[in-house]
């Protein structure tokens, strides 16, 4: 029963968010977007200053510090709670988004953005962007985590505010950098946030949606 359950919450999803990610890239390079005219717009505004803000900006998602950030939130999940729910969930959203990015990037195959590449160019292509998407993964999937667990309306918004802003940091660096285009930097946060709510679907509210249907049947 749990094996079927979680193929219909999990895996189901996550090869629905592949082939619809696989999709989108095929029809992106099918279409010309002019997305390139952005690219060198960013790289001709570029200065030391933003350099060096960007440099920080899209490290907070470079795959080390999200693998040992994750697994520290997981283990103080399970410190601080007692229960394994919270870090499942978390673990999850983050491996979830990076299964499909490794499953769809190199078949799509987009080549990044004609402008000078800032940072080394990783093997994968463009699209989506792994950056984004485990960065939407990590750090919202911490922020959902976390404002369960706090009543504090004012301190629920600064946690979200925290949450996203990250992402937001890393897509813009990325953009920036000229390591991908537009449309990557918005697929890679929709495949995030998609994991997201997937996980938080299957494993953080499961128990409360049976119980609530539970309810419905017996009523």
Not at 127 to 139: I, L, R, T
Request: aromatic letters at 10%; proline letters at 5%; hydrophobic letters at 50%.
């Amino acid at each position: 029963m749990k094996v079927k359950r979680y193929a219909l919450s999990i895996v189901l999803p996550m090869i629905l968010m592949a082939a619809v990610t696989y999709g989108v890239g095929r029809a992106i390079l099918a279409w010309p977007t002019g997305e390139a005219s952005v690219s060198r717009s960013l790289a001709a505004g570029r200065t030391p200053l933003w350099n060096t803000l960007t440099d920080f900006g899209s490290s907070l998602s470079d795959t080390p510090y999200i693998v040992a950030l994750t697994a520290i939130a997981a283990i103080g999940f399970r410190l601080l709670y007692r229960r394994w729910r919270e870090s499942i969930f978390l673990v999850a959203a983050v491996w979830g988004q990076s299964l499909i990015f490794l499953a769809t990037t190199e078949a799509v195959g987009r080549h990044r953005p004609p402008v000078e590449h800032i940072d080394p160019a990783p093997p994968t292509s463009s699209f989506p962007s792994g950056h984004v998407s485990a960065a939407v993964a990590f750090y919202c999937g911490l922020a959902l985590v976390l404002t369960t667990h706090v009543r504090n309306r004012a301190l629920q918004v600064l946690i979200w505010a925290l949450g996203i802003a990250a992402p937001l940091a890393v897509a813009l660096s990325r953009l920036y950098r000229g390591m991908h285009f537009l449309s990557d930097v918005i697929w890679g946060a929709l495949l995030g946030a998609g994991c997201v709510v997937m996980a938080a679907r299957a494993i953080l509210y499961a128990r409360e949606r049976r119980r609530r249907s539970e309810l419905v049947r017996s009523a």
